[in-house]
Protein backbone atom coordinates (compact mmCIF):
# COMPACT_ATOMS: atom_id res chain seq x y z
CA UNK A 1 0.00 0.00 0.00
CA UNK A 2 1.53 3.66 -1.23
CA UNK A 3 1.47 6.06 1.52
CA UNK A 4 -0.48 8.43 2.02
CA UNK A 5 0.37 12.58 1.12
CA UNK A 6 -0.52 14.92 3.30
CA UNK A 7 -2.62 17.67 2.35
CA UNK A 8 0.06 20.56 3.24
CA UNK A 9 -2.28 23.52 2.34
CA UNK A 10 -5.38 22.01 4.17
CA UNK A 11 -2.51 21.85 7.53
CA UNK A 12 -0.68 25.36 7.09
CA UNK A 13 -4.21 26.84 6.38
CA UNK A 14 -5.83 25.12 8.97
CA UNK A 15 -2.90 26.69 11.60
CA UNK A 16 -3.45 30.30 10.41
CA UNK A 17 -7.00 30.05 10.95
CA UNK A 18 -6.71 28.65 14.40
CA UNK A 19 -4.00 31.54 15.20
CA UNK A 20 -7.01 34.35 14.72
CA UNK A 21 -7.91 32.75 17.72
CA UNK A 22 -6.94 34.89 20.68
CA UNK A 23 -5.25 36.95 18.50
CA UNK A 24 -2.55 39.62 20.36
CA UNK A 25 -2.17 43.03 18.54
CA UNK A 26 1.44 42.20 18.57
CA UNK A 27 1.14 39.09 16.52
CA UNK A 28 1.51 36.75 19.31
CA UNK A 29 -1.77 34.63 21.08
CA UNK A 30 -3.48 35.18 24.39
CA UNK A 31 -6.15 31.94 24.44
CA UNK A 32 -5.60 31.02 28.05
CA UNK A 33 -7.03 27.92 29.85
CA UNK A 34 -10.96 28.03 29.49
CA UNK A 35 -11.59 31.25 28.09
CA UNK A 36 -14.08 32.58 25.63
CA UNK A 37 -11.03 32.18 22.75
CA UNK A 38 -9.95 28.84 24.30
CA UNK A 39 -13.66 27.69 23.69
CA UNK A 40 -13.82 29.46 20.43
CA UNK A 41 -10.86 27.19 19.37
CA UNK A 42 -12.73 23.87 20.88
CA UNK A 43 -15.62 24.41 18.80
CA UNK A 44 -13.52 25.11 15.41
CA UNK A 45 -11.50 22.31 15.58
CA UNK A 46 -14.83 20.10 16.78
CA UNK A 47 -16.17 21.38 13.48
CA UNK A 48 -13.51 19.97 11.47
CA UNK A 49 -13.37 16.72 12.98
CA UNK A 50 -17.52 16.83 11.87
CA UNK A 51 -16.21 17.72 8.74
CA UNK A 52 -13.91 14.94 8.46
CA UNK A 53 -16.75 12.32 9.56
CA UNK A 54 -14.94 11.80 12.99
CA UNK A 55 -16.47 10.84 16.76
CA UNK A 56 -16.23 13.85 18.79
CA UNK A 57 -15.99 13.60 22.55
CA UNK A 58 -14.94 15.19 26.06
CA UNK A 59 -14.70 14.41 29.76
CA UNK A 60 -14.97 16.30 32.59
CA UNK A 61 -11.20 17.98 32.26
CA UNK A 62 -12.45 19.67 29.25
CA UNK A 63 -10.33 17.23 26.86
CA UNK A 64 -11.43 16.91 23.54
CA UNK A 65 -11.37 13.47 21.87
CA UNK A 66 -11.71 13.34 17.71
CA UNK A 67 -11.80 9.53 16.66
CA UNK A 68 -11.67 7.61 13.46
CA UNK A 69 -12.65 4.09 14.24
CA UNK A 70 -12.53 2.09 10.37
CA UNK A 71 -14.93 -0.63 10.29
CA UNK A 72 -13.67 -3.79 12.62
CA UNK A 73 -11.58 -1.45 14.49
CA UNK A 74 -14.08 -0.36 17.19
CA UNK A 75 -13.55 -2.54 20.44
CA UNK A 76 -9.41 -1.95 20.49
CA UNK A 77 -7.51 0.22 22.32
CA UNK A 78 -6.49 3.56 20.32
CA UNK A 79 -3.77 5.04 19.18
CA UNK A 80 -3.72 8.31 19.73
CA UNK A 81 -1.80 11.70 19.05
CA UNK A 82 -2.92 15.05 20.14
CA UNK A 83 -1.34 18.16 22.22
CA UNK A 84 -3.00 21.44 23.47
CA UNK A 85 -5.33 24.36 22.09
CA UNK A 86 -4.30 26.72 25.44
CA UNK A 87 -1.46 29.16 24.94
CA UNK A 88 0.41 31.13 27.27
CA UNK A 89 -1.06 34.82 27.70
CA UNK A 90 1.68 35.94 25.01
CA UNK A 91 1.89 32.70 23.32
CA UNK A 92 2.69 31.55 19.98
CA UNK A 93 0.29 30.56 17.05
CA UNK A 94 2.54 26.70 16.96
CA UNK A 95 3.00 25.71 20.71
CA UNK A 96 0.17 22.85 21.34
CA UNK A 97 -1.92 23.95 18.13
CA UNK A 98 0.69 22.25 15.65
CA UNK A 99 0.40 18.86 17.77
CA UNK A 100 -3.70 19.02 17.55
CA UNK A 101 -3.93 19.96 13.46
CA UNK A 102 -1.19 17.82 13.06
CA UNK A 103 -2.97 14.68 14.66
CA UNK A 104 -5.96 15.69 12.85
CA UNK A 105 -4.45 16.06 9.81
CA UNK A 106 -2.70 12.61 10.32
CA UNK A 107 -5.54 11.00 10.71
CA UNK A 108 -7.79 12.37 8.05
CA UNK A 109 -4.69 11.60 5.80
CA UNK A 110 -4.97 8.13 6.82
CA UNK A 111 -9.16 7.61 6.31
CA UNK A 112 -8.85 9.75 2.77
CA UNK A 113 -6.05 7.00 1.49
CA UNK A 114 -7.92 4.22 3.06
CA UNK A 115 -5.57 2.64 5.12
CA UNK A 116 -6.49 -0.37 6.52
CA UNK A 117 -6.36 -0.13 10.36
CA UNK A 118 -6.29 -2.52 13.17
CA UNK A 119 -6.92 0.43 16.13
CA UNK A 120 -8.81 3.29 15.90
CA UNK A 121 -7.14 6.55 15.54
CA UNK A 122 -7.38 9.26 17.85
CA UNK A 123 -6.86 12.86 17.90
CA UNK A 124 -6.80 14.69 21.40
CA UNK A 125 -6.65 18.54 22.95
CA UNK A 126 -5.79 18.08 26.53
CA UNK A 127 -7.34 20.79 28.33
CA UNK A 128 -5.33 23.65 30.05
CA UNK A 129 -1.30 21.95 29.60
CA UNK A 130 -0.12 25.65 30.48
CA UNK A 131 -1.29 26.17 33.76
CA UNK A 132 -0.80 29.75 33.09
CA UNK A 133 -4.41 31.16 34.38
CA UNK A 134 -5.04 28.05 36.81
CA UNK A 135 -2.67 26.33 38.19
CA UNK A 136 -1.85 23.02 38.06
CA UNK A 137 -0.51 22.87 34.09
CA UNK A 138 -1.11 19.84 32.66
CA UNK A 139 -4.29 19.82 33.76
CA UNK A 140 -6.44 17.65 30.96
CA UNK A 141 -3.50 14.54 30.68
CA UNK A 142 -2.59 14.14 34.61
CA UNK A 143 -6.34 13.56 34.86
CA UNK A 144 -6.38 11.51 31.86
CA UNK A 145 -4.18 9.16 33.82
CA UNK A 146 -5.03 9.58 36.74
CA UNK A 147 -2.36 11.85 38.68
CA UNK A 148 -5.06 14.16 39.60
CA UNK A 149 -9.24 13.77 40.49
CA UNK A 150 -10.46 16.96 38.72
CA UNK A 151 -12.91 17.57 41.55
CA UNK A 152 -10.08 18.07 43.52
CA UNK A 153 -8.87 21.29 41.72
CA UNK A 154 -12.35 23.10 40.82
CA UNK A 155 -11.78 25.69 43.91
CA UNK A 156 -8.88 26.58 42.48
CA UNK A 157 -8.53 30.42 41.39
CA UNK A 158 -7.12 32.65 38.40
CA UNK A 159 -6.09 35.87 39.16
CA UNK A 160 -9.11 37.32 38.93
CA UNK A 161 -11.00 35.44 41.16
CA UNK A 162 -12.43 33.30 38.87
CA UNK A 163 -12.96 29.46 40.05
CA UNK A 164 -11.59 26.92 37.97
CA UNK A 165 -14.71 24.66 38.53
CA UNK A 166 -17.16 27.97 37.12
CA UNK A 167 -14.23 28.29 33.94
CA UNK A 168 -14.45 24.68 32.65
CA UNK A 169 -18.43 24.41 33.11
CA UNK A 170 -18.65 27.57 31.08
CA UNK A 171 -15.89 26.16 28.16
CA UNK A 172 -17.91 22.61 28.30
CA UNK A 173 -21.29 24.05 27.74
CA UNK A 174 -20.04 25.59 24.57
CA UNK A 175 -19.81 22.51 23.12
CA UNK A 176 -23.14 21.09 24.13
CA UNK A 177 -23.67 18.67 21.41
CA UNK A 178 -20.34 16.59 22.64
CA UNK A 179 -21.40 13.14 24.45
CA UNK A 180 -19.17 13.03 27.65
CA UNK A 181 -16.76 10.03 28.28
CA UNK A 182 -16.95 9.79 32.27
CA UNK A 183 -13.58 7.72 31.87
CA UNK A 184 -10.05 7.35 30.72
CA UNK A 185 -9.75 4.19 27.94
CA UNK A 186 -6.09 2.37 28.43
CA UNK A 187 -4.24 3.10 24.74
CA UNK A 188 -2.64 1.00 22.37
CA UNK A 189 0.08 4.07 22.21
CA UNK A 190 0.47 7.65 22.01
CA UNK A 191 2.50 10.16 19.93
CA UNK A 192 2.99 13.48 20.17
CA UNK A 193 4.13 16.02 17.76
CA UNK A 194 5.32 20.03 19.09
CA UNK A 195 7.70 22.75 18.24
CA UNK A 196 11.35 22.18 19.86
CA UNK A 197 10.53 25.26 21.90
CA UNK A 198 14.71 25.21 21.67
CA UNK A 199 17.36 26.24 19.64
CA UNK A 200 18.95 22.48 18.96
CA UNK A 201 17.40 20.97 16.03
CA UNK A 202 17.75 23.93 14.17
CA UNK A 203 21.37 24.28 14.93
CA UNK A 204 21.88 21.15 13.96
CA UNK A 205 20.05 21.58 10.68
CA UNK A 206 18.07 18.62 11.42
CA UNK A 207 14.17 18.33 10.60
CA UNK A 208 12.89 15.50 13.03
CA UNK A 209 14.21 15.55 16.77
CA UNK A 210 12.90 11.91 18.34
CA UNK A 211 12.75 13.17 22.13
CA UNK A 212 14.03 10.35 24.38
CA UNK A 213 12.01 12.01 27.47
CA UNK A 214 11.14 14.72 29.15
CA UNK A 215 12.89 16.83 32.14
CA UNK A 216 11.64 16.24 35.67
CA UNK A 217 10.67 19.78 37.59
CA UNK A 218 9.47 21.20 40.67
CA UNK A 219 7.51 24.60 41.19
CA UNK A 220 8.13 26.10 44.46
CA UNK A 221 6.47 29.25 45.62
CA UNK A 222 9.31 31.66 48.71
CA UNK A 223 7.45 33.94 50.80
CA UNK A 224 10.10 36.25 52.19
CA UNK A 225 8.61 37.70 55.59
CA UNK A 226 9.88 41.13 57.46
CA UNK A 227 8.79 44.02 58.71
CA UNK A 228 7.00 47.39 56.84
CA UNK A 229 8.84 50.27 57.47
CA UNK A 230 9.30 54.05 56.42
CA UNK A 231 11.28 54.24 53.33
CA UNK A 232 12.98 57.22 54.82
CA UNK A 233 13.15 57.19 58.78
CA UNK A 234 14.01 53.95 59.18
CA UNK A 235 17.72 53.10 59.84
CA UNK A 236 19.26 50.36 57.46
CA UNK A 237 20.57 48.84 60.27
CA UNK A 238 16.87 48.05 62.23
CA UNK A 239 15.30 46.97 58.99
CA UNK A 240 13.66 44.05 58.07
CA UNK A 241 13.40 44.00 54.77
CA UNK A 242 11.95 41.27 52.94
CA UNK A 243 13.17 42.72 49.61
CA UNK A 244 16.44 42.78 50.01
CA UNK A 245 16.07 39.30 51.52
CA UNK A 246 14.63 37.71 48.32
CA UNK A 247 17.09 39.44 46.21
CA UNK A 248 19.82 37.61 48.26
CA UNK A 249 18.41 34.51 48.27
CA UNK A 250 17.67 35.05 44.50
CA UNK A 251 21.46 35.64 43.67
CA UNK A 252 22.88 32.75 46.06
CA UNK A 253 20.19 29.97 44.84
CA UNK A 254 21.13 31.50 40.84
CA UNK A 255 24.69 30.77 42.13
CA UNK A 256 24.30 27.56 43.66
CA UNK A 257 22.48 25.80 40.68
CA UNK A 258 25.10 27.00 38.01
CA UNK A 259 26.89 23.79 36.68
CA UNK A 260 29.10 23.33 34.07
CA UNK A 261 27.21 20.60 32.12
CA UNK A 262 23.96 23.23 32.00
CA UNK A 263 22.25 20.00 33.12
CA UNK A 264 20.26 22.41 35.63
CA UNK A 265 18.03 24.60 34.72
CA UNK A 266 17.00 27.11 37.50
CA UNK A 267 14.16 29.98 37.11
CA UNK A 268 12.56 33.05 39.20
CA UNK A 269 9.84 33.72 36.97
CA UNK A 270 7.33 35.92 39.13
CA UNK A 271 7.76 38.64 42.10
CA UNK A 272 5.75 40.93 44.29
CA UNK A 273 6.37 42.70 46.90
CA UNK A 274 3.80 44.08 49.57
CA UNK A 275 2.57 46.60 51.05
CA UNK A 276 3.38 47.50 46.86
CA UNK A 277 4.22 51.10 48.01
CA UNK A 278 7.86 52.91 46.70
CA UNK A 279 7.99 54.39 50.09
CA UNK A 280 7.54 51.90 52.28
CA UNK A 281 10.03 48.81 52.96
CA UNK A 282 8.20 45.73 52.02
CA UNK A 283 7.28 43.19 54.25
CA UNK A 284 6.64 40.30 52.12
CA UNK A 285 8.15 39.05 48.80
CA UNK A 286 6.85 36.48 47.47
CA UNK A 287 8.65 34.63 44.08
CA UNK A 288 8.58 31.40 42.26
CA UNK A 289 11.22 29.00 41.46
CA UNK A 290 10.92 26.62 38.67
CA UNK A 291 13.76 24.02 38.47
CA UNK A 292 14.53 21.74 35.99
CA UNK A 293 16.60 18.39 35.63
CA UNK A 294 17.12 14.82 34.25
CA UNK A 295 17.42 13.05 37.55
CA UNK A 296 14.27 12.60 40.35
CA UNK A 297 17.15 12.21 42.94
CA UNK A 298 18.27 15.83 42.28
CA UNK A 299 14.91 17.47 42.54
CA UNK A 300 14.28 15.94 45.73
CA UNK A 301 16.98 16.88 47.04
CA UNK A 302 16.67 20.71 45.52
CA UNK A 303 13.81 21.74 47.64
CA UNK A 304 15.25 21.19 51.02
CA UNK A 305 18.45 22.53 49.88
CA UNK A 306 16.25 26.01 48.61
CA UNK A 307 14.57 25.71 51.72
CA UNK A 308 17.83 25.86 53.85
CA UNK A 309 19.49 28.53 51.80
CA UNK A 310 16.12 30.55 51.77
CA UNK A 311 17.00 30.43 55.78
CA UNK A 312 20.44 31.20 55.91
CA UNK A 313 20.00 34.23 52.88
CA UNK A 314 17.07 35.92 54.07
CA UNK A 315 17.98 37.03 57.57
CA UNK A 316 17.06 38.96 59.22
CA UNK A 317 14.19 38.02 57.12
CA UNK A 318 12.09 34.48 57.45
CA UNK A 319 11.38 32.17 54.89
CA UNK A 320 9.08 29.55 54.29
CA UNK A 321 9.11 27.48 50.83
CA UNK A 322 6.19 25.58 49.32
CA UNK A 323 6.12 22.70 46.52
CA UNK A 324 2.83 23.83 44.00
CA UNK A 325 3.55 21.35 40.88
CA UNK A 326 6.07 18.60 40.67
CA UNK A 327 6.59 16.81 36.95
CA UNK A 328 8.88 13.32 37.86
CA UNK A 329 11.80 13.59 34.95
CA UNK A 330 10.44 10.84 32.00
CA UNK A 331 11.45 8.35 29.63
CA UNK A 332 9.80 7.42 26.64
CA UNK A 333 9.07 4.08 25.87
CA UNK A 334 11.99 2.53 23.35
CA UNK A 335 9.79 1.06 20.64
CA UNK A 336 7.73 4.02 20.12
CA UNK A 337 11.21 5.73 19.73
CA UNK A 338 12.37 3.12 17.51
CA UNK A 339 8.88 3.58 15.47
CA UNK A 340 9.46 7.19 14.64
CA UNK A 341 13.15 6.75 14.03
CA UNK A 342 12.45 3.93 11.56
CA UNK A 343 9.22 6.31 10.23
CA UNK A 344 11.28 9.67 9.74
CA UNK A 345 14.36 7.52 8.09
CA UNK A 346 11.55 5.74 5.46
CA UNK A 347 10.28 9.50 4.95
CA UNK A 348 14.15 10.12 4.03
CA UNK A 349 14.48 12.85 7.29
CA UNK A 350 17.86 12.91 9.30
CA UNK A 351 16.57 12.57 13.20
CA UNK A 352 18.47 13.61 16.13
CA UNK A 353 17.56 11.84 19.76
CA UNK A 354 16.72 14.78 21.87
CA UNK A 355 16.02 15.32 25.60
CA UNK A 356 12.44 17.53 25.88
CA UNK A 357 13.17 20.78 28.62
CA UNK A 358 9.79 22.06 28.40
CA UNK A 359 7.12 19.74 30.19
CA UNK A 360 4.62 18.39 28.02
CA UNK A 361 1.09 15.97 27.95
CA UNK A 362 3.29 13.39 26.67
CA UNK A 363 5.37 13.02 30.03
CA UNK A 364 2.41 12.05 31.78
CA UNK A 365 0.85 9.82 29.06
CA UNK A 366 4.12 8.20 29.63
CA UNK A 367 3.79 7.34 32.96
CA UNK A 368 0.48 5.06 32.01
CA UNK A 369 0.48 4.24 28.34
CA UNK A 370 3.38 3.64 25.88
CA UNK A 371 4.23 7.21 24.37
CA UNK A 372 7.06 8.83 22.54
CA UNK A 373 7.26 12.67 21.09
CA UNK A 374 8.37 14.13 17.82
CA UNK A 375 9.84 17.49 17.86
CA UNK A 376 10.28 19.66 14.66
CA UNK A 377 12.58 22.75 14.81
CA UNK A 378 11.38 26.23 15.75
CA UNK A 379 13.02 29.87 14.65
CA UNK A 380 15.92 30.52 16.79
CA UNK A 381 14.64 28.74 19.41
CA UNK A 382 11.64 31.26 20.16
CA UNK A 383 8.84 29.51 21.68
CA UNK A 384 5.95 31.38 24.27
CA UNK A 385 6.37 34.51 22.68
CA UNK A 386 4.96 36.35 19.53
CA UNK A 387 7.90 35.77 17.14
CA UNK A 388 6.79 31.85 18.27
CA UNK A 389 7.70 30.79 14.00
CA UNK A 390 8.84 27.19 11.96
CA UNK A 391 9.27 27.09 8.61
CA UNK A 392 6.77 25.80 6.12
CA UNK A 393 9.18 22.38 5.18
CA UNK A 394 9.52 21.74 8.81
CA UNK A 395 5.95 21.98 10.11
CA UNK A 396 5.36 19.63 6.85
CA UNK A 397 7.80 16.91 7.66
CA UNK A 398 6.43 16.69 11.26
CA UNK A 399 3.40 15.51 10.45
CA UNK A 400 4.41 13.42 7.39
CA UNK A 401 6.55 11.54 9.87
CA UNK A 402 4.02 11.53 12.58
CA UNK A 403 0.97 9.89 9.80
CA UNK A 404 3.10 7.25 9.25
CA UNK A 405 4.01 6.33 12.67
CA UNK A 406 0.32 6.40 13.64
CA UNK A 407 -0.05 4.10 10.57
CA UNK A 408 2.19 1.69 11.61
CA UNK A 409 1.42 1.63 15.06
CA UNK A 410 -2.27 1.47 14.47
CA UNK A 411 -1.93 -1.52 11.56
CA UNK A 412 0.02 -3.29 14.77
CA UNK A 413 -1.22 -6.38 16.36
CA UNK A 414 -0.68 -5.31 20.13
ZN1 LIG B 1 3.02 22.98 24.33
Redesign the pocket.
Known sequence: MTDCIINANRLIGRLQELATIGQRPDGGLDRQAFSAEDSEARRLVVAWARDAGFYSASDSAGNLFLRYAPEGTENEQPVMSG??LDTQPVGGWL??AYGVVGAIEAILCLKENGTRLKHPVEAVAWSN?EGSRFLPGMLGSASYVRHLKIDDVLGNLDAGDIRLGDALSVFLKATPELPMHSTSRPLAGYVEL?IEQGPVLEAAGIPIGVVSGVQGYRVMEVVIRGRAAHAGTTPAKMRQDAMIGAVNVIRALSEYFQDDEDNTRFTVGRITALPGSPSTVPDLVTFTIDIRHQEKGFLDQAFSTIENMANLHSRPCRATVELLEILEPVQFNPTIIEVIDNCALHKGYKTLRILSGAG?DAALLATRYPAGMIFVPCENGISHHPDENATTEDLIAGVEVLTYCLKQLAMAHN
Open positions: SHDGEHH
